[in-house]
């Protein structure tokens, strides 16, 4: 029996390899949900993904419900797909589940069977069930959910480290979802209720608590999706506490900036790194801000006394002849080019459709015609593509990229140069060691350096690397070849 962080448990011991082939499932999983609004079905989804990408014997999903007392089955897959059984609705405390909701605790088990608490002992026997994960499914300090596995063989470190990683997306996108269905109703109840509801502009003001608010230009009217943004995003930096916020009205997009107090930037803080508790509050909204074609910048000023959040978002416009789909295996890459396509002018697509261009990550067999194939790195294009891209492409190149194939040609097939990107001695050091599992803790004791010096050279690994995340940076490296190159 295990009641314990995870992190700590299953860290030190980590075999790299494993852990980044696990990463590459659970970004296939991921990708599925990406700008998704609805709540269930990002809970299937991930469920269906868990059972597909990991053997997984039975993953289900609760969400908590409003109330708070109840948590509702919403998605079940592998064993049993039904969710109107026994344990559809579980009460606040009770059973394992309500235990692990209510003392946002993960419990882990490789030994079920054997484990008090368990209903039934002799269905664990009868189906050789081995391995429980239960997590807690976290958003801004309250459970919102839990996810559950079970499995016909113990559990890996790897995959519970990738597990732990796969549900900070899913509350990332079921957070997202859960709120955006409210606001949506909320909206659309408000609408209904009155004719004369009020200016998005005095909304904004009433969310702020403290903040002075100004409005510049003629307020016009905005799609019920850009105006749940809106507010969705102010919440957010009345959160944050923010003194300053400006609504625009401009010539082509509405746009949303803020300054927010940085006190709570450490002394040991790198020079214009915006601090960590503002990326994590606002990256929440980088997917609908994507699938609506806008932008969102956060800057630190030299003296770091404030933050600046500027969001940007275009209004609706007739829809381009010229359409894209986008279908790509890393979430990153998927909202990154969805944004793209948006900024280009080009009308994103979700049904398949051999006449419009894809654009993809990934391919399996014969590309189908009018493939925009992403390179990652240096990687040799594919035969049978259109055209090859990469994380450089501008909005205008890609427009252009997709004129060409659409009409039958092909853009950018030249064979490239393999350059590995130039990293420092000690970066590549760091970069060895965390391929091990290791600890910024580990790694500055090992290395005799300061946890703030190993930050501050992830952090220009992670930006030569092209990568947000320490994982992203290892499977880039491996999958170009640059680890085994690199030797601590």
């Keep these: 029996m295990a009641n314990i962080a995870v992190s700590e448990a299953i860290s030190g011991f980590l075999d790299a390899t494993r852990l980044l082939f696990g990463l590459q499932r659970s970004y296939k999983i991921a990708q599925h949900f990406v700008g998704c609004a609805e709540p269930q079905l990002i809970a299937r989804q991930a469920t269906d993904g868990l059972v597909d990408e990991f053997d997984c014997a039975l993953a289900r999903i609760w969400l908590v419900e409003p109330d708070r007392k109840m948590l509702r089955l919403v998605a079940s897959s592998g064993m049993y797909t039904?969710?109107?059984?026994?344990?559809a609705r579980v009460p606040m405390g009770a059973f394992k589940v309500?235990?692990?909701?209510?003392?946002?605790?993960?419990?882990?088990?490789?030994?079920?069977?054997?484990?008090?608490?368990?209903?039934?002992r002799e269905w664990a026997i009868a189906n050789c069930i081995f391995g429980f994960a239960g997590y807690p499914l976290v958003a801004a300090e309250q459970v919102i959910g839990v996810l559950a596995v079970f499995s016909r063989q113990p559990l890996a470190p790897e995959f519970l480290e990738v597990l732990q990683g796969l549900c900070m997306t899913v509350t990332v996108a079921l957070e997202t979802a859960l709120r955006y269905q409210h606001e949506k109703q909320m909206w659309l109840t408000s609408a209904a209720a009155s004719s004369l509801a009020l200016?998005?502009?005095?909304?904004?003001?009433?969310?702020?608590?403290?903040?002075?608010?100004?409005?510049?230009?003629?307020?016009?009217?905005l799609s019920t999706a850009v105006t749940c943004l809106l507010l969705r995003t102010t919440e957010r930096l009345n959160e944050l506490k923010c003194t300053y916020c400006r609504l625009t009205y401009g010539l082509g997009e509405v746009s949303l900036e803020a300054l927010i107090p940085a006190t709570a930037v450490s002394s040991d803080a790198v020079l214009a790194d915006v601090p960590p508790y503002i990326v994590a509050a606002i990256n929440?909204?980088?997917?609908?801000?994507?699938?609506?074609?806008?932008?969102?910048?956060?800057?630190?000023?030299?003296?770091?006394?404030?933050?600046?959040?500027?969001?940007?978002?275009?209004?609706?416009?007739p829809l381009s002849e010229l359409r894209?789909?986008?279908q790509c295996e890393s979430p990153v890459l998927q909202v990154a080019f969805t944004q793209l396509a948006h900024l280009a002018g080009l009308t994103v697509c979700s049904a398949i459709d051999a006449a419009v261009p894809l654009l993809t990550d990934t391919l399996v067999g014969q590309p189908p015609p009018q493939v925009l194939w992403v390179a990652i790195g240096n990687q040799p294009a594919p035969k049978g593509i259109a055209a090859r891209i990469d994380l450089s492409i501008t909005s205008a190149q890609l427009r252009e990229a997709v004129d060409v194939v659409a009409q039958g040609g092909s853009w950018n097939l030249e064979p490239v140069a393999n350059r590995q990107p130039h990293l420092s001695e000690r970066e590549q050091e760091i970069l060895a060691l965390l391929a091990q599992g290791l600890r910024d803790r580990d790694i500055a004791n090992q290395l005799y350096?300061?946890?703030?010096?190993?930050?501050f050279h992830v952090n220009n690994v992670l930006t030569k690397l092209n990568a947000r995340t320490r994982f992203q940076a290892l499977y880039r490296a491996t999958l170009n070849g640059w680890l085994g190159t690199i030797s601590p």
């Design 284 to 317: 929440t909204l980088q997917v609908a801000i994507a699938c609506l074609g806008g932008t969102l910048q956060t800057y630190i000023g030299t003296n770091q006394n404030a933050i600046r959040v500027l969001l940007q978002l275009p209004y609706l416009s």
């Design 449 to 455: 350096i300061s946890e703030r010096t190993v930050k």
């Design 324 to 326: 894209l789909r986008v």
């Design 98 to 120: 309500g235990k692990i909701a209510q003392n946002r605790i993960a419990f882990l088990s490789n030994n079920l069977a054997e484990e008090t608490w368990v209903k039934d």
């Design 82 to 87: 039904r969710v109107d059984g026994s344990f």
């Design 199 to 221: 200016p998005l502009s005095e909304q904004l003001d009433q969310l702020l608590n403290q903040a002075r608010f100004v409005l510049v230009g003629t307020e016009r009217s």
